[in-house]
């Protein structure tokens, strides 16, 4: 990676420039990657997702799943309140969410859990260990399939994450471009480092070097262009390096990245972030909500985040619901907020959400009064993109352990997805580097019609 602070040198090139950061990836240039880009459909739609994982697996059973009139070692230490849709009931310490649930729909019934702690199948829809069908490259991360259908909007990727990394579990991975190509990959825009204490996401945090310092890099810029344009290079940028420039100059992308310039009581409104890393997970960036709604709004087409860690088990420390009473009102302050600015923003047509982990947990309490691994029932969140919310899907057996009615596969909340961005999964395919053509989601997987029949 060049340091920007090396454009101040003798000898650089506008070839040295347009290499600059965490755009390039795979030793691809940003222009590069905008060229891919641009080779597919482009256009200005604001339509979106934003993918929010919840790494280690979230306790489904206790926050949206929740069975009242089990046996204590069944049903945990909290109990149900109601929310704004009558019948639509979860736990108590989501009293924000119970105030805008008509914005959201519940999955209670996801019912294929890759039984691993990895993000992959909350990525890519597939799960790791089927690979009968997986082409030569691997399967892409969802972001990927829409950049390569859709392309990018001007002025910025079309898609970006902030999944900050991890010491264990591949939680901070967002898998890359798979048989689509690196050029479609996620740009990661959080910095790389897991034992670092984090801020809030903001210039410092991007992988562009040094692109905190606006000034500095703006200076660098002007210096270039009149570099280039006094020695005719500028003459010789094409449309898509001309853009790369547009990204760095930070039109786009670094305001959207900058939450000085949003209202602070919409800021308020989702938390305090907590920069500490926990053990091997990601730390409780709150904030970064609003910073995805920010990307968006700007034209990013998919962000997808991680947020705090899940796999609470098997530590005397983290026992008897230490980290719900904790991680529990942060989520639910956060997610209300931003179910809440979807429609503010008039975004909730256009933009959908999906809150969801790799698997759900364990109906039966341990030892230790907390909840081991469970693939048997997951849940997941769904808002926005004109979807139909204020609604429960599906349901568990009496103990939380497993579907009895509606079961959901991952591959069917992606295909939901899918059409909300106004990509049809069951006819849209991309071809690989070998000519076949691949569907989004596998035969039978269609989007789930009480949400968007």
Known sequence: MIDISELHHQGRTRRDFLKIGGLAAGGLSMGQLLKAEAQQKKGNSNKAIINIFLAGGPPH????DMKPDAPREIRGEFRPIRSNVPGMEFCELFPNLAKCADKFAIIRSLADCDSRHDPYQCMTGRRKRDTASLPQGGWPNFGSWVSKVAGSNSGIPANLAMMYPTKGGNWGQPYGGGFIGQAHAPMNLVQKDPNARVQNLSLQDISLSRLDDRRQLSKAIDRFRRSADATGQMAGLDIHNQ???DILSGAKLLNALDLSKEDPKVVARYGVNDPVYTYDGPPKMVRNFLVALRLVEAGARVVTLNFSRWDWHGTADLFNFKRAKEDFPMLDKGLAAMFTDLHLRGLDKDVSVVVWGEFGRTPRLNK????????????????????????????????????????IRFQEVFATLYHCIGIDPTTTTVSDNQGRP?????AGNRPIRELVG
């Open 61 to 64: 059973i206790d926050m949206f």
């Open 243 to 245: 853009q790369a420039l």
């Open 368 to 407: 230790l009064n907390s909840r081991d691994h469970w693939p048997g029932a997951n849940f997941a969140l769904m808002a926005g993109g004109g979807m139909n919310t204020g609604q429960v899907i599906g349901a568990t057996d009496k103990d939380g352990g497993y579907p009895t009615e509606r079961p």
């Open 438 to 442: 691949h569907y989004l989601v596998d």
